[in-house]
């Protein structure tokens, strides 16, 4: 609500940012700037879950699975078109939102994350098995995204249809935040008897917050997909998980820009650490308290923490 | 005439014990009720019952021809009953515009994909809930706080918040649970005031359950004395202070505290 007028100018600012970026960075420079969207996208569905609605789910790595095989095997044995395909990929990653908010009416905090870890695992053995479909531990091969017979052959052009994509959920989680759903969901977490005391149905609230993030992280994967032009369940492991939770709460949980900074994080961190290998759980688990302790806030909550250092410094 | 609230040998146990034993009354439209007795003798119980918090072993609840058993707790402010809580329960990290807003929800909801999407519709519903919220806000004199957080404010201004947010429910029937804990004599006696005040002016039935006696005497027609999950005395203010029983297991010392 407040300063309407910053935030709107820091969004044209990171617009044209994202948009001329390109022109200053090489083939591989594409590739990365398209990767901090797709994760600046699944971090977007986790700031609804979990930043606005207190939920904590570890199996986002599983919608972002399904998202990616869904639309590979719609377009390449189905022979759907491509965006199609992309919004079929996040419906079907909806539904298991759906199935996956059934425990969340239940259970709450670490049982809630060990269900939804539970959901990861199965997903993941289950497209590992599925040889026929999924081309089990060989992985699958996945066309270059094709747009009314246009084929981005390059990363740099794909970029731009993923920033568009991008760019309108921004919009929809900013509206879904300032709604009066979004409003309800957040009484919920704060206080779910008062919320509810109030006319805020609980299980409306958790099961829609679960299906739209479900639906954008399997959007996410269904582009993540076709970037890397080859999926394998390695893409979709624990640590996936537990890195875009890191993400959030990194960028920082309750900010739409936020989201879109621990995108940006998370793009970066693997290539720092990629001598690590398995040991990468553990620097974003340790991240994972140092930032909730010392920042809860997340990046984004940088510039305030400066003003108030500053303020208490006169 | 027919009561706004009834209800009938309403029992809670909890195992082997009985918060509310066969409770019945009445509530006359437009009546301010309270609910006294003892700690632990099942008030705040019953009103949790009466909002849906807590589900009775049996009895009923006839509210405005409405069977309150038959609706969950979120379906209760659309039908008119809102109520506050004992330890507040607000939504510490909204402001006060937001922890009012939300208690106009019910009223001002549309679907969700006009919303996600920003239509017209559902932005002229935003805006109406705001609006109504907002003008809620000042005339209970919180104007000054509209865009405070509200964990930040003082006790007192967070009570009068909840009850804001209660009243944006636009309630028939509005459950109190101990409105004046915490509050010193003159506070009290302002929140008295108040609650005479939502009845004349907003035609609200109120349902209160409160430790301060003079309070209780001083606002309420009828007042229902439970001890130990049961009700022992029902009847107005003086009828209740002079009743033996009522005395024996409760008023006597307060009495006696007074003179």
Redesign the interface.
Known sequence: ??SVRKDRLLAAVAMGVALVAPAFVGPYGHYVLAIILIYGLVALSLNIVTGVGGQISIGHAGFWAIGAYTCAILVTKVGLPFLLCVALGGAVAAVFGLIVALPALRVQGHYLAIATLGLALVVQQVLYEWTSLTGGRGGMFVPRPQILGYEFLDDGPYYYVILAITVFFT??TV??R???????L??LR??A??????????TYHII?AFV?SAFMTGVSGALYGHLIGQLSTDSFTLTVSLSFLTMVVVGGLNSVAGALLGGVFLAYAPELMRELKDAQMIVYGGTLVLFMHFLPGGLASIPERILDLARARR | MKPLLSVKQLSLHFAGLKAVQDVSFDVAAGSIVGLIGPNGAGKTTLLNCL?R?LNPTCGTIDYDGHDLLKR???????IGV??T?QNL???????V??NV???C??R???N?LS????LPG?NR??RA?YEEARQLIDELGLTAHV?TVVSGLPYGIQKSVELA?AL??KPKLLLLDEPAAGMNPEESRQLGQTIKEMREERGITVVLVEHDMRLVMGICEKIIVLVQGAKVCEGPPQAVRENSMVIKAYLGEEEAEDA
Request: hydrophobic letters at 40%; proline letters at 3%.
């Open positions: 609500m407040k919009w929809v509206n879904y300032k709604s009066l759903t979004g409003l309800g957040g009484a704060m206080s008897i008062a919320a509810q005391c109030s006319g805020v149905g609980r829609t739209l | 909002s918090i969950p707790v979120h379906r209760l402010s659309e809102t109520r809580f329960e607000l939504f510490g990290e909204g402001t515009l937001e807003v939300v208690g929800f019910p001002f909801r549309s969700m919303e996600l999407l920003s559902a519903a935003r809930a865009d947010r944006a429910g």
